[in-house]
Structure formats: C-alpha cells, structure tokens
Nanobody, 127 residues
Framework: QVQLVESGGGLVQAGGSLRLSCDAS????????MGWFRQAPGKEREFVAA????????YYADSVKGRFTISRDNAKNTMYLQMNSLKPEDTAAYYC????????????????????WGQGTQVTVSS
C-alpha cells in the first residue's frame, strides 16, 4: 500500500509563494503518475497538476499554468508543488495522489483515476 504525506501548507499573502511536499512510502515502484488536487470549502476536489513519475513530464490545470510548478525527486520519493503569485482563490486543502495505471497518451486528471491519497495540507492566501 502506497502511503502519501503532504506538508508545507500555511498562510501567505496574495502574491506570495509556498512549496508543498508529498512524501511517498511503500511500494513506490508501482506509481506511474502523481498529482496534486485541491478542494475549497463547498466545492468539488479539482485537479491542479500531474507528473509522470519516471519521465518527469508535467501537466497543469489552466488556472495554475505559469504560476505553479510540479516536480519530483525519485531518490527521495518526494513530489513538490512550487506555488508562486498566489491568489486568494488558490485557498484550499491540497492533496497529493498517486495513480498506478500507465497512461502513455493522456493524463490522469480526475479524482477517480487515482488509487492513493494523502490527508491534505491547508493553503490559505489572504488578500
């Protein structure tokens, strides 16, 4: 069973930056894609970004493209989300997730495609 633990959330002013981390443990060799999702109060959990674990190729939601950068360190089994130019609408609980299903030609962008989830870390952006 892959286990995921997020860290790095906090309170930041609009325009500021935060870096989230997601530490993976267990049989991480089964991971094909890792992703970040977020969920604001009263809203559905939405896709933020994903990264192919072996190649490092990345994919972003339009709402964060150009501001957020997803990366991973395979040696540490850790994924990161660097968030710059934060906006109040980025306020949410952020979750990391892992998908074990190979997808050569498309990206896992829906909640149901991911097999493992972390507990989440809160990001609050003040205006």
């Amino acid at each position: 069973q892959v286990q995921l633990v997020e860290s790095g959330g906090g309170l930041v002013q609009a325009g500021g930056s935060l870096r989230l981390s997601c530490d993976a443990s267990g049989p991480t060799f089964i991971i094909y894609t890792m992703g970040w999702f977020r969920q604001a109060p009263g809203k559905e959990r939405e896709f933020v970004a994903a990264i192919k674990w072996n190649t490092g190729s990345a994919y972003y939601a339009d709402s964060v493209k150009g501001r957020f950068t997803i990366s991973r360190d395979n040696a540490k089994n850790t994924m990161y989300l660097q968030m710059n130019s934060l906006k109040p609408e980025d306020t949410a609980a952020y979750y990391c997730a892992a998908d074990r299903t190979p997808k050569a030609w498309n990206w896992a962008t829906t909640r149901g495609e991911y097999n493992y989830w972390g507990q989440g870390t809160q990001v609050t952006v003040s205006s």
